[in-house]
């Protein structure tokens, strides 16, 4: 068996993403790893390169800068990646996600597990969403709890964004990939880079969804959704975590929840009355639980 990584980078630097702590997770359980690493502003060609391990393949690439529908561009750096993968399966992992070491070996006999199993298609992945500092977590249907970031790598997908793959079968409508839970989460870190660096993102990436950029802040989210985080983090982002993730956060006690927000409370409500059931839109269909 032969496992591909791979992943899009732009600007990681200066846009403030653990992208080398994600790359040396994936590293764990990878055979190669493709890299596709647009045109940037800093360095994040160079420090990708000064990893040094043989199993990294980059490739430079342009974005579309007129691309501005609903992070479609992403999707395109997404598949370029992908199309140049060679494994049975290819695992893809956003510059500020990270799999803890502990998980590495699980994942790679999960997919041992399922690789002569035609009806997999897919691995999914529960969610760590850390949000404002690095000892919370984000729990609401605003937030994904589970996603696929492993498609099986013969068969016919792409992916309209860059969350999620859709598999055609024999040119007719796309539909969500066959999948068997990983049992283990990936630690997602993009909510914990310092206010700076956020808004620098938030600054220039709006535009891939022609919105117009708003004024970055941590405080303004519905405290009743922030849970503390028990576990430990990975040891590869533990250096980051101290260096660049923003040191503490306080909600606004004050702040009013949206619309979106108030739906999200009487969902959450009504999956505790159903006894936990998970009512969210789901990017996959779950064949297996193991």
């Known amino acids: ?7 899009f980078l732009r600007n990681g630097t200066l846009l403030g993403y653990p992208y080398i702590e994600s790359l040396k997770s994936l590293l764990m359980v990878c ?21 040094g391990d043989p199993r990294i393949r ?8 007129a691309m501005r529908d609903r992070g479609y561009v992403y999707a395109q750096q997404k598949m370029i990646a992908q199309f140049n993968c060679t494994g049975d399966w290819a695992f893809y992992l956003e510059g500020d996600e990270v799999i803890h070491e502990d998980d590495a070996p699980k994942i790679r006999a999960a997919l041992e597990r399922h690789v002569d199993d035609l009806e997999i298609e897919a691995l999914v992945f529960d969610y760590h969403h850390f949000y404002g500092c690095p000892d919370l977590v984000a ?16 068969i016919r997908s ?16 796309g539909r969500y990939p066959k999948s068997a839970l990983a049992g283990c989460p990936i ?9 700076a660096k956020m808004q620098e993102k938030v600054l220039r990436v709006s535009k891939y969804w022609n919105h117009t950029p708003k004024a ?6 519905d405290a009743s959704i922030l849970q503390p985080f028990t576990g430990a983090h990975p040891a590869v982002v533990q250096q980051w975590l ?30 505790r009355l159903l006894g936990g059931v998970d009512l969210t839109k789901k990017n996959y269909k779950q064949v297996s639980r193991t």
């Open 187 to 195: 630690y997602h870190y993009g909510h914990v880079r310092s206010s």
């Open 58 to 65: 980059v490739i430079e690439t342009v974005w579309n800068e």
């Open 216 to 221: 970055h802040d941590y405080s303004q989210i």
């Open 242 to 271: 101290t260096e660049y993730a923003e040191p503490a956060f306080t909600p606004d006690s004050s702040y009013q929840l949206s619309k979106r927000e108030r739906r999200h409370r009487w969902l959450m409500r009504l999956e």
């Open 158 to 173: 792409w992916a309209p964004d860059g969350l999620f793959w859709v598999v055609m079968d024999q040119n007719r409508r």
């Open 1 to 7: 068996m032969k496992v591909s990584g791979f992943t």
């Open 31 to 51: 055979d190669e790893v493709v890299v596709a690493v647009g045109q940037s502003d800093d360095d994040t060609l160079e420090q990708v390169r000064g990893i």
């Open 139 to 154: 729990k609401s249907p605003a937030w994904y709890r589970r996603a696929p970031r492993v498609i099986r790598n013969t």
